[in-house]
């Protein structure tokens, strides 16, 4: 079975620098999809970013960025310039194709300070 | 594009109580989550469709949690009896074929007391 671990449960940050969190999964399978969600107090959650893992080149969207490194199974998320506004949980899942099942991890609570 | 929507948003009842929750899926979305998600933890899949077929319930309390999506577009969630511990926020999320992105609702925040 697949599994999803976020070693980090929270995380701070000063506005304008760059954090990263930490995200490491487990799976048997060779192809495979992984993304970064945000859920603010608002509770709806939102793509941040998404990787195929067949890709080796790592997913870039505007001020977020992933360092994935199949081998090792690592799928961390860069998040540079950080803002106010990225405060929020921000969740590492998986995907196996063709099965359409998200499995989460359990969070990092980042919090950006100005 | 109109989103995913929920409702209720809140919800207090008291345990042994039943309890529906109403979703929504994005327009021309085939398939449809629910998730639970308990304070400090990610989301937990309960159950998914595919139009109006179950693909996967594998997780669903089937003692006491019961879904059905009539017709292939909305959705219910039910539970029945209530127990303290099925406190949680309940999620809908969609996507178009399950490959994609799946997008979420606002979810409905279960209290039971």
């Known amino acids: 079975a697949q599994t999803v671990t976020q070693s980090q449960p929270e995380m701070s940050v000063q506005e304008a620098e760059t954090v990263t969190l930490s995200c490491t999964y487990d799976?048997?399978?060779?192809?495979?999809?992984l993304f970064w969600y945000k859920q603010p107090p608002s509770r709806q959650m939102i793509l941040v970013i998404r990787?195929?893992?067949?890709?080796?080149q790592n997913a870039t969207e505007n001020r977020f960025s992933v360092n994935f490194q199949k081998a090792a199974k690592s799928f961390s998320l860069k998040i540079s310039d950080s803002q106010l506004g990225d405060t929020a949980m921000y969740f590492c899942?998986?995907?196996?194709?063709?099965?359409?099942?998200?499995?989460f991890g359990t969070g990092t609570r980042l919090q950006v300070f100005p | 594009e109109a989103g995913v929507a929920q409702s209720p948003r809140y919800k207090i009842i008291e345990k042994r109580q039943s309890v529906a929750f109403w979703c929504n899926p994005i327009?021309?979305?085939?398939?449809l989550y629910w998730y639970q998600q308990i304070l400090g933890q990610g989301p937990k899949l309960l159950i998914q469709?595919?139009?109006?077929?179950?693909?996967?319930d594998s997780q669903l309390p089937k003692d006491r949690f019961s879904a059905e999506r009539l017709k292939g577009v909305d959705s219910t969630l039910k539970i029945q009896p209530a127990k303290l511990e099925d406190s949680a926020v309940y999620l809908c999320?969609?996507?178009?074929?399950?490959?994609?992105?799946?997008?979420f609702g606002q979810g409905t925040r279960l209290t039971v007391v």
């Open positions: 990787q195929e893992a067949y890709k080796q």
């Open positions: 999320a969609s996507s178009l074929d399950g490959n994609t992105e799946a997008f």
């Open positions: 899942a998986f995907m196996k194709p063709n099965t359409d099942k998200l499995i």
């Open positions: 469709f595919q139009n109006n077929g179950v693909v996967d």
């Open positions: 327009s021309g979305h085939a398939t």
């Open positions: 799976t048997s399978e060779n192809n495979y999809y």
